[in-house]
């Protein structure tokens, strides 16, 4: 069963850090872009950062270039996001996604550009 899941997210206090994570199963994720996205409540979900297989290159959003970043440990088929200096309008649901592609492309960013989602995992940045 081809499957991605989420976990690291939390409650964490406006300056934190987090750490999450994207495991695959049931298909190796070396030939595979990922990408982390977000959905706050009432918002449309958001490109926050790819990452191409191809190369590593990857892509931020204005809003998080900085202070997130993603890397991918093929050995261990996990992508991660690495998240300091966090605010609290960075409170959503982040998703990972994946598809079959070397590169994340100048459209990286479009929900549609990805075919395999996680569940989700809520991340809340308060005080």
């Known amino acids: 069963q081809v499957q991605l899941v989420e976990s690291g997210g939390g409650l964490v206090q406006p300056g934190g850090s987090l750490r999450l994570s994207c495991a695959a199963s049931?298909?190796?994720?070396?030939?595979?872009?990922i990408g982390w996205f977000r959905q706050a409540p009432g918002k449309e979900r958001e490109g926050v950062s790819c990452i191409s297989s191809s190369d590593g290159s990857t892509y931020y959003a204005d809003s998080v270039r900085g202070r997130f970043t993603i890397t991918r440990d093929n050995a261990k088929n996990t992508v991660y996001l690495q998240m300091n200096s966090l605010r609290p309008e960075d409170t959503a649901v982040y998703y990972c996604?994946?598809?079959?592609?070397?590169?994340?492309?100048?459209?990286?960013?479009?929900?549609?550009?990805?075919?395999?989602w996680g569940q989700g995992t809520l991340v809340t940045v308060s005080s």
């Open positions: 049931g298909f190796t994720l070396d030939y595979y872009v």
């Open positions: 996604a994946a598809n079959d592609r070397p590169m994340c492309g100048s459209r990286w960013y479009e929900v549609g550009s990805l075919d395999i």
